[in-house]
């Protein structure tokens, strides 16, 4: 896997991933940038959203759960002092179908949190305590 990961200007930067995508990186005025993309800490609670919610899904979808939508919602905390790590994260999952079994999204939710999320497991692995929870919606 690769990227790059380009000044533009201020704290502005282009990162483009080894597959050809690209996003834009941008600090808040008070440290020189212009509030044109996520922060690098968000992009990377953002990316830890994605890997597990993804894991979530092809789970479900593979125990042939009826799911309709799936939402990851995360909340952070960070350190005080520098470097300002995250110190907690907690991912809601609200998962949307017709018939959803608790189990299924119970078991899904987990075995992404303990096996699969290579995001989640690597932050925990360095000292992140991840929480997760999970609701069910009927539809």
């Known amino acids: 896997m690769k990227a790059s990961v380009r000044w533009t200007e ?3 930067f282009v990162a483009e991933s080894g597959s050809g995508h690209s996003v834009v990186i941008d600090g ?3 440290h020189g940038g212009r509030n044109t993309g996520p ?3 968000e992009m990377l609670l953002m990316g830890m959203g994605a890997c597990t919610a993804f894991d979530v899904l092809e789970i479900l979808e593979k ?3 009826p799911v309709s939508d799936c939402t990851a919602s995360l ?3 960070r350190a005080d002092s520098v470097p300002s790590v995250f110190t907690r994260i907690h991912v809601h999952f609200t998962v949307t179908g017709k018939g959803l079994k608790e189990s299924q999204v119970k078991r899904a939710v987990a075995l992404s949190a303990e096996k699969y999320c290579s995001a989640s497991i690597m932050l925990v692995r360095g ?3 991840v ?4 609701e069910i919606v009927e539809g």
């Open 63 to 65: 125990s042939r759960a």
């Open 127 to 129: 000292g992140v305590e």
């Open 131 to 134: 929480s997760h929870s999970y």
């Open 39 to 41: 922060r690098p800490m």
């Open 75 to 77: 909340e952070a905390e």
């Open 28 to 30: 808040p005025p008070d």
């Open 10 to 12: 201020g704290r502005q």
